[in-house]
């Protein structure tokens, strides 16, 4: 088992750019979330989704969107990338109150915008 | 609004010691409350998670307390080894979909 992966590891983008952050998971959770983590502050929910093909906002959701169209796979978009998102990026997942509860991270995405 | 706060300072303590970690939190009624560990450059790891009927709750050299009156968890490693030198981190649930909301976590630096 994997677990959670993140691609790519790094990216520098320009301002006004834009990319996808992929995340994948091979536990066949039905739950995953983007969260971002800035020096001096706690870890803060982007978006998330309680299934595939479905999405919801969290925390943080303006100048981001995401697509659930495989269970296991979860992508986080930025479409006019700007400065104010230079941040690590992480992707979790989560099997639901059946499991012990327990949300499973990703290595994190170290995202530059110029 | 709803707030975490964790001890921003870094806690130093020596090899072999209880290292106490405090977690307060204000307009929260959260059903549990988990601690994770993250080392620099990586993910979170998860540790312990306490539900709000449960006074204690421990895993080896783990221990995490929850009191719902005072609105504050407090995080226990005995007998600390260098090896447990983190950050640790807070979280509680918002949603019920596990949509955590985290502290800014506790650097431990725990030295030979």
Request: hydrophobic residues 30%; positive net charge; glycine residues 8%.
């Amino acid at each position: 088992n994997a677990g959670v992966t993140q691609t790519p590891k790094f990216r520098v983008l320009k301002t006004g750019q834009s990319m996808t952050l992929l995340c994948a998971q091979d536990m066949n959770h039905e739950y995953m979330y983007w969260y971002r983590q800035d020096p001096g502050m706690g870890l803060r929910l982007i978006h998330y989704s309680v299934g595939e093909g479905t999405t919801a906002k969290g925390e943080v959701p303006d100048g981001y969107n995401v697509s659930r169209l495989k269970k296991q796979n979860f992508l986080l978009g930025l479409e006019s990338a700007a400065p104010s998102q230079t941040s690590v990026y992480f992707c979790a997942s989560w099997g639901g109150m059946s499991s012990y509860n327990e949300q499973f991270f990703g290595p994190g995405t170290r995202l530059t915008v110029l | 609004s709803q707030k975490i706060e964790q001890n921003s300072e870094a806690l130093n303590i020596q090899e072999g010691k209880t290292a106490t970690l405090t977690c307060n939190y204000t307009n929260y009624s959260p059903a549990y409350l988990q601690w994770y560990r993250q080392d620099p450059g990586r993910g979170p790891v998860f540790l312990l998670l306490i539900r709000e009927n449960e006074k204690e709750k421990r895993k080896e050299r783990l221990k995490v307390t929850f009191d719902t009156t005072l609105k504050q968890s407090l995080f226990h490693i005995t007998a600390s080894q260098p090896a447990d030198s983190a950050t640790y981190l807070c979280a509680l649930d918002r949603s019920g979909y596990s949509t955590l909301t985290f502290g800014k976590g506790t650097m431990l630096l725990v030295s030979p």
